[in-house]
């Protein structure tokens, strides 16, 4: 089981995300396998930008590694993102992921919960711009969202050998 993680002040020019971040166009999942609230981009394929945050992550995780498999995207709620699905929150485990983890990229009053097994919140960390964290993909966890817009980028870590 991988630790959840919590750092802040993740990148050191963080509005380049956001600018970046609308610069995508974003869909809304289109097979059940991929139902998640709100809208998200096409995986990041910025070799550069991928290669600072898994660098960063896989860091935290691992003394030494030699590579690894990653995907990440872009993701964003707002208030219409509740119509039609019903729920403020979204608790899952992600069974074909290692890690998983996003970097928020705006401040809002929404979070990210970690649940233990009966999906009772074990760890809530709130929506602070700039403000990443990671935890284990297959214990349970979710957004608890608002109608405020919320951005985030998440990532997921599907592989990796050491």
Do not use: C
């Not at 166009?25 to 096409?42: A, I, M, S, V």
């Not at 729920?87 to 919960?113: E, F, P």
């Not at 990671?134 to 405020?148: F, S």
């Amino acid at each position: 089981m991988y630790p959840t993680i919590v750092l802040e002040n993740f990148f050191d020019e963080p509005n380049e995300l956001v600018k970046l971040s609308k610069t995508y166009e974003y869909f809304e999942p289109q097979h059940l396998k991929d139902w998640w609230p709100g809208e998200r981009t096409n995986e990041i394929v910025d070799f550069n930008l991928k290669d600072l945050v898994f660098t960063k992550v896989l860091n935290l995780y691992f003394k030494k590694w030699i590579s690894f498999k990653g995907t990440m995207f872009f993701h964003r709620t707002s208030k219409n993102t509740h119509k039609g699905y019903g729920s403020t929150d979204h608790i899952h485990s992600d069974t074909d992921v290692l890690i998983a983890g996003l970097v928020y990229l705006n401040n809002n009053s929404s979070s990210t919960a970690i649940y233990d097994e009966y999906k009772g919140k074990k760890m809530v960390v709130h929506n602070n711009f700039n403000t990443m964290v990671t935890y284990d993909a297959r214990q349970n966890h979710g957004p608890i969202l608002t109608k405020e817009e919320r951005i985030t980028m998440p990532f997921f870590i599907h592989d990796v050998k050491n």
